[in-house]
């Protein structure tokens, strides 16, 4: 261990560690944040390939309706949907305007989640849009 003297200010010396002083010690103290970093990794994979049946498998009913970030009309539009896109339904809410929006993703385009007027939007079967043969 080396001592580095700081004699411009007066101050007692402090050691500083040197390259070979790092051996085993720098690897113990990773170990915690390895271990953080692979707890982290796996949260983040289970996260991402959690089923897609959390919701139900739906598709819209109209060419051209628009996805918004929020349940009325005056919500910015984020994409469309047309009747040959499948979307996933989380959940319907209902708008300040009266009526009632779907909570969705667009699969075919991955836009979303956001909002569409229930009535454009329906809710089917999977095997519309995947061979479950």
Same mark, same amino acid.
């Given at each position: 261990? +080396?001592?580095?003297? #700081? !004699?411009?200010?007066? *101050?007692?010396? =402090?050691? @500083?560690? %040197? /390259?070979?002083?790092?051996?085993? +010690?720098?690897?113990? #103290? !990773?170990?915690?944040? *390895?271990?953080? =970093?692979? @707890?982290? %990794? /796996?949260?983040?994979?289970?996260?991402?390939?959690?089923?897609a049946d959390a919701g139900e498998m739906g598709?819209?009913?109209?060419?051209? /309706?628009?996805?918004?970030?929020?349940?009325?009309?005056?919500?910015?539009?984020?994409?469309?949907?047309?009747?040959?896109?499948?979307?996933?339904?989380?959940?319907?809410?209902?708008?300040?305007?009266?009526?009632?929006?779907?909570?969705?993703?667009?699969?075919?385009?991955?836009?979303?989640?956001?909002?569409?007027?229930?009535?454009?939007?329906?809710?089917?079967?999977?095997?519309?849009?995947?061979?479950?043969?």
């Amino acid at each position: 261990m +080396r001592i580095h003297i #700081d !004699a411009m200010h007066g *101050r007692p010396p =402090t050691p @500083v560690p %040197s /390259v070979s002083d790092a051996g085993s +010690r720098g690897r113990a #103290d !990773a170990r915690p944040w *390895r271990l953080l =970093t692979i @707890v982290l %990794s /796996v949260m983040l994979v289970v996260g991402i390939t959690q089923p897609a049946d959390a919701g139900e498998m739906g598709g819209y009913m109209a060419e051209g /309706v628009n996805i918004r970030t929020g349940p009325a009309t005056w919500y910015t539009s984020i994409g469309l949907g047309y009747t040959s896109h499948a979307a996933c339904i989380w959940n319907y809410v209902n708008g300040p305007e009266g009526y009632l929006w779907a909570n969705h993703t667009n699969l075919t385009t991955g836009v979303g989640p956001g909002y569409s007027a229930s009535v454009y939007i329906g809710v089917d079967t999977p095997s519309q849009y995947y061979d479950t043969a």
